[in-house]
């Protein structure tokens, strides 16, 4: 049972809307704080923050930029290849970014989610873990489709 649950507005691109989020439940059993698409947000941190559990989508900036300059080699994105690409990084919270909220809100437990580039290429979890690892020293762990916690 949900006893007190709670969200937030956040900084990502969305059409014209400029709306992501974040949502923070709460129960007998512990506090866990999830959030898709946005940058770096100190609303995320409060709202996280004591969470047992915090889910919190990544992407890793380098691999990401290798894969989208391939793309735009093929021909993708020929209209506005820059702009795109200024949307991608700065809408996402790269994984030094997401090591640093986890640290900031003091949560026990970062389960990383919706990772980019992982689902256009094969990424080693290691690609993701380092960047958070030089902020966040508790539990990480790389969610998959269907993953039980």
């Not at 709460?26 to 969470?51: K, M, P, W, Y």
């Not at 992407?59 to 391939?70: P, W, Y």
């Not at 021909?75 to 795109?84: Q, S, T």
């Amino acid at each position: 049972m949900i006893s007190s649950p709670a969200s937030l507005r956040s900084d990502h691109w969305m059409l014209s809307t400029g709306i992501g989020g974040g949502f923070r439940l709460e129960s007998l059993v512990g506090f866990a704080g999830i959030r898709s698409d946005t940058a770096f947000s100190q609303n995320l941190v409060r709202l996280a923050r004591g969470s047992d559990v915090f889910v919190c989508e990544t992407i890793q900036l380098q691999l990401t930029r290798e894969n989208f300059e391939k793309r735009v080699a093929a021909g993708a994105y020929a209209d506005n290849p820059e702009g795109i690409w200024a949307h991608i990084a700065g809408t996402h919270s790269n994984t030094e970014e997401v090591g640093r909220m986890a640290a900031e809100a003091g949560v026990r437990t970062l389960v990383l989610t919706h990772l980019v580039p992982g689902s256009l290429v094969d990424v080693k979890d290691d690609a993701y873990l380092d960047g958070v690892r030089k902020h966040f020293k508790g539990e990480v762990l790389v969610g998959r489709d269907l993953m039980a916690i």
